[in-house]
């Protein structure tokens, strides 16, 4: 029984590391501040990510992790339960299109050293012809693989790959504080709120560092019918160990990177986190006494693991957007087909379908159709946990719910922790739209709003239809609901 517990807790907590760690966030929140990011690293985890973890475990207790479709509509009811759902699964068909493109850039760094997936060739097409092929075909064996009860093996594959990115990452470091006798390259200079010293900039990094700890929910889905207090022990160890993740990389990349002349040069956030790898083998072969010409080729080799292990790590995150949403979303309507692994197979396969529409159309009309698709999901992807810290001290209130489990004590707590988490939701989403209309993308702005009403309508349309049926069975013989329990 132990041992089960253990499994299920570690397990859990490697599909939560794919999920939400995202290894070149941490270099890009120390580029924007230095050693500043701990700050927001810090303050996003308090005010958001660490209470809305803890209300995904009381819920998760209380309601037998059946998914966050089942704790809305418990709340909420089922109307709106639907709505908000669909509205966040509908977004992230778009991030999956989104993340079918963009997958291959670390594994072209990986074996090429350089992004060259913009210019690869496929059957005779080129660019995004050629990454809409691969897209498809990505789409096709993921699917396949998910229809064949792999998706939680991969998923672990790449938690598995954030602890050994890290590991590197985290030892290198200290060999190179042992070896520099404590001495820093970035010094006490490297402590700075941000580059340009306002009040907006530093809005926008505590947005980003909200963002870096988003999708939660997802993890939820993998858990899905897993009873287990396994799981919820993972899920909080998880979070912890995530937040300290971030800390540590921002203290480690600075042991080695300068970060003023950091700062002063031509990098890309694209390639940001390979270069500070490579910087990392470099520095450590010419601690151990290496030539020049050894530490470049160390550096390479680090360069390449980074983008492999990213790509596993990637790869991860992409079954989990794949499946978690489609599993939450469809697993409670009773057209479903479950196959032999428990896999709605035939919903998959629509799903497939529909994804190859979607990577045809952004061929055909080129990378900017994507963009604005892209914006239109941003905010429709916050909607459940919107809604989720919203109930929560209504769910705590309800004393006909059983809650085997109770992470905030008082009653203080929850209101102040709900209110603040809440409200961390709100600002990120209106920030976002605000940061684009005052960079005077007025249309991308309009764009940004219009998604979530788009949405939602498509979503409360769905649902009509399924009320009307509805009505009509149960004049006849018997009533079928939308969701089974």
Same mark, same amino acid.
């Given at each position: 029984?132990?041992? %089960?517990?253990?499994?299920?807790?570690?397990?859990?907590?490697?599909?939560?590391?794919?999920?939400?760690?995202?290894?070149?966030?941490?270099?890009?929140?120390?580029?924007?501040?230095?050693?500043?990011?701990?700050?927001?690293?810090?303050? &996003?985890?308090?005010?958001?990510?660490?209470?809305?973890?803890?209300?995904?475990?009381?819920?998760?207790?209380?309601?037998?992790?059946?998914?966050?479709?089942?704790?809305? @509509?418990?709340?909420?009811?089922?109307?709106?339960?639907?709505?908000?759902? #669909?509205?966040?699964?509908?977004?992230?068909?778009?991030?999956?299109?989104?993340?079918?493109?963009?997958?291959?850039?670390?594994?072209?760094?990986?074996?090429?050293?350089?992004?060259?997936?913009?210019?690869?060739?496929?059957?005779?097409?080129?660019?995004?012809?050629?990454?809409?092929?691969?897209?498809?075909?990505?789409?096709?064996?993921?699917?396949? /693989?998910?229809?064949?009860?792999? !998706?939680?093996?991969? #998923?672990?594959?790449?938690?598995? !790959?954030?602890?050994?990115?890290?590991?590197?990452?985290? +030892?290198?470091?200290?060999?190179?504080?042992?070896?520099?006798?404590?001495?820093?390259? +970035?010094?006490? $200079? =490297?402590?700075?709120?941000?580059?340009?010293?306002?009040?907006? =900039?530093?809005?926008?990094?505590?947005?980003?560092?909200?963002?870096?700890?988003?999708?939660?929910? /997802?993890?939820?889905?993998?858990?899905?019918?897993?009873?287990?207090?396994?799981?919820?022990?993972?899920?909080? =160890?998880?979070?912890?160990?995530?937040?300290?993740?971030?800390?540590?990389?921002?203290?480690?990349?600075?042991?080695?990177?300068?970060?003023?002349?950091?700062?002063?040069?031509?990098?890309?956030?694209?390639?940001?986190?390979?270069?500070?790898?490579?910087?990392?083998?470099?520095?450590? &072969?010419?601690?151990?006494?290496?030539?020049?010409?050894?530490?470049?080729?160390?550096?390479?080799?680090?360069?390449?693991?980074?983008?492999?292990?990213?790509?596993?790590?990637?790869? +991860?995150?992409?079954?989990?957007?794949?499946?978690?949403?489609?599993?939450?979303?469809?697993?409670?309507?009773?057209? %479903?087909?479950?196959?032999?692994? @428990?896999?709605? !197979?035939?919903?998959?396969?629509?799903?497939?379908?529909?994804?190859?529409?979607?990577? &045809?159309?952004?061929?055909?009309?080129?990378?900017?159709?994507?963009?604005?698709?892209?914006?239109?999901?941003?905010?429709?992807?916050? #909607?459940?946990?919107?809604?989720?810290? /919203?109930?929560?001290?209504?769910?705590?209130? *309800? @004393?006909?719910?059983?809650?085997?489990?109770?992470?905030?004590?008082?009653?203080?707590?929850?209101?102040?922790?709900?209110?603040?988490?809440?409200?961390?939701?709100?600002?990120?989403?209106?920030?976002?739209?605000?940061?684009?209309?005052?960079? %005077?993308?007025?249309?991308?702005?309009?764009?940004?709003?219009?998604?979530?009403?788009?949405? !939602?309508?498509?979503?409360?349309?769905?649902?009509?239809?399924?009320?009307?049926? $509805?009505?009509?069975?149960? @004049?006849?013989?018997?009533?079928?609901?939308?969701? *089974?329990?």
């Amino acid at each position: 029984m132990k041992e %089960r517990l253990r499994f299920s807790a570690i397990a859990t907590m490697m599909i939560f590391f794919a999920a939400i760690f995202s290894f070149a966030d941490a270099p890009e929140v120390f580029y924007q501040s230095g050693y500043g990011a701990i700050f927001y690293i810090l303050m &996003a985890a308090m005010a958001f990510f660490l209470p809305y973890v803890a209300m995904l475990i009381e819920y998760g207790a209380a309601f037998k992790n059946e998914g966050i479709y089942n704790y809305l @509509k418990n709340m909420i009811g089922e109307k709106t339960a639907f709505v908000a759902v #669909a509205m966040w699964y509908m977004a992230f068909l778009i991030w999956i299109t989104k993340h079918s493109f963009a997958i291959w850039e670390p594994l072209s760094y990986a074996f090429y050293g350089r992004d060259i997936s913009h210019t690869a060739s496929v059957f005779e097409l080129e660019g995004l012809s050629a990454m809409g092929i691969l897209a498809i075909a990505l789409i096709i064996g993921m699917s396949a /693989l998910i229809q064949c009860g792999a !998706a939680k093996k991969i #998923a672990l594959a790449g938690g598995f !790959a954030v602890v050994m990115l890290n590991a590197v990452l985290f +030892s290198g470091g200290l060999v190179l504080l042992i070896a520099n006798e404590g001495v820093l390259a +970035s010094g006490l $200079s =490297a402590i700075a709120l941000n580059q340009d010293s306002t009040g907006v =900039a530093s809005l926008s990094l505590l947005n980003f560092g909200v963002c870096m700890f988003a999708g939660a929910e /997802l993890v939820v889905g993998f858990a899905h019918k897993d009873k287990g207090a396994g799981v919820l022990i993972g899920m909080g =160890a998880a979070a912890i160990s995530i937040v300290a993740m971030y800390v540590v990389t921002v203290l480690a990349i600075g042991v080695f990177v300068h970060w003023e002349t950091l700062m002063s040069q031509d990098i890309t956030m694209a390639n940001l986190a390979y270069v500070i790898m490579e910087n990392l083998g470099y520095m450590m &072969a010419i601690g151990a006494g290496y030539t020049e010409a050894t530490a470049v080729k160390a550096g390479i080799i680090f360069y390449k693991f980074t983008g492999l292990s990213m790509f596993i790590i990637q790869l +991860s995150g992409y079954i989990i957007l794949l499946y978690s949403p489609l599993k939450q979303f469809a697993s409670h309507l009773p057209q %479903r087909e479950n196959n032999k692994n @428990k896999v709605p !197979a035939n919903v998959l396969a629509l799903q497939t379908m529909l994804l190859i529409m979607i990577i &045809a159309l952004v061929c055909i009309n080129g990378e900017e159709y994507l963009e604005w698709m892209v914006l239109m999901a941003v905010i429709p992807t916050t #909607a459940p946990s919107f809604l989720l810290i /919203l109930m929560f001290p209504w769910f705590r209130a *309800k @004393k006909k719910i059983v809650k085997p489990v109770k992470v905030f004590k008082r009653i203080n707590s929850i209101a102040v922790f709900s209110a603040i988490a809440l409200l961390m939701v709100v600002v990120t989403n209106m920030s976002f739209v605000a940061t684009l209309i005052d960079e %005077r993308c007025y249309a991308e702005g309009i764009v940004s709003i219009m998604g979530p009403i788009l949405f !939602a309508s498509i979503a409360g349309f769905i649902y009509s239809i399924y009320e009307i049926g $509805s009505v009509k069975i149960e @004049k006849g013989y018997t009533e079928v609901p939308l969701c *089974k329990d």
